[in-house]
């Protein structure tokens, strides 16, 4: 099984640094790693240029894009990997072990496989969320995978599709309700801590425009919702 680890970056040189940090340690470099910045002016194409790319298999390109979900696509559609892992920037492997612990994982029947993600607050403050062992149509409402940490077969986007575009913050939550919710994916839940994501992100800070996606994509995934909201609202 190929791998292909994806990070996105717009004008963020200092998570950027963080994230190829982590990228370029790991002890098992057999896997494509592949940039996408969205035209940073902030020095953020100089840090790339300084890490070694024969060390690891690399692609990056450096364009102008209409969001982080269409910069996220041109990954997909540049990766070459059967699995895909959204490690954007800002974000970071765990350890420098991960790759290496992760790969017989990947050997499997299994098309989405997740496993633990570690929450850093703004005053250093960890909390650790464990993947769940069974996904379905209510956790993917309700609460949902997180892609940090989350490896996703790439045939997966050519079945389901790409994400949406349209969104601003809610395109990974509605991907995995489509995979896993509505069309039972298989999915695997393993015990090791992936990667680390530092709460400072739009989604992270914007609950009304999350609300707001959240609400439209359920009643237009899912036209039985409406009117159960409507009845629950209406007791």
């Known amino acids: 099984m190929k791998l292909s680890v994806i990070t996105i970056n717009r004008n963020n040189v200092t998570g950027l640094k963080r994230t190829l940090d982590s990228v370029y340690s790991q002890t098992c470099k057999d ?3 592949i940039i996408i910045d969205g035209g940073s002016t902030d020095g953020s194409i100089e840090i790339i240029q300084q890490f070694d790319s024969s060390s690891i298999c690399r692609t990056w390109v450096s364009e102008p894009d209409t969001g982080v979900y269409n910069a996220m696509n041109k990954g997909i559609r540049l990766a070459s990997g059967d699995f895909l892992l959204f490690l954007n920037s800002g974000d970071w492997f765990a350890s420098d072990n991960v790759v290496e612990n992760i790969f017989p994982h990947l050997n499997t029947d299994f098309e989405i496989i997740s496993g633990e993600l570690e929450l850093i607050k703004g005053n250093n403050e960890k909390i650790k ?3 769940p062992q069974i996904v379905n ?5 309700s ?5 940090p940490n989350t490896f996703i077969r790439k045939e997966l986007f050519e079945k389901y599709g790409y994400y949406n575009e349209q969104n601003k913050i809610i395109s990974d939550w509605e991907f995995f309700l489509v995979a896993c919710g509505l069309n039972q ?10 990667s680390c994501f ?4 739009v989604s992270s800070n914007n609950d009304i425009l999350l609300q707001q996606e959240t609400k439209a994509a359920l009643n237009r995934l899912l036209p039985w919702w409406k009117k159960l909201e409507r009845l629950i609202r209406n007791k």
């Open 31 to 33: 896997f494509e790693y």
């Open 129 to 131: 969320l464990f993947p």
């Open 137 to 141: 149509l209510n956790y993917c409402i």
């Open 143 to 147: 609460a949902g995978l997180t892609h």
């Open 185 to 194: 994916c298989k999915y695997k839940s393993i015990p090791i801590l992936v």
């Open 198 to 201: 530092a709460m400072d992100g």
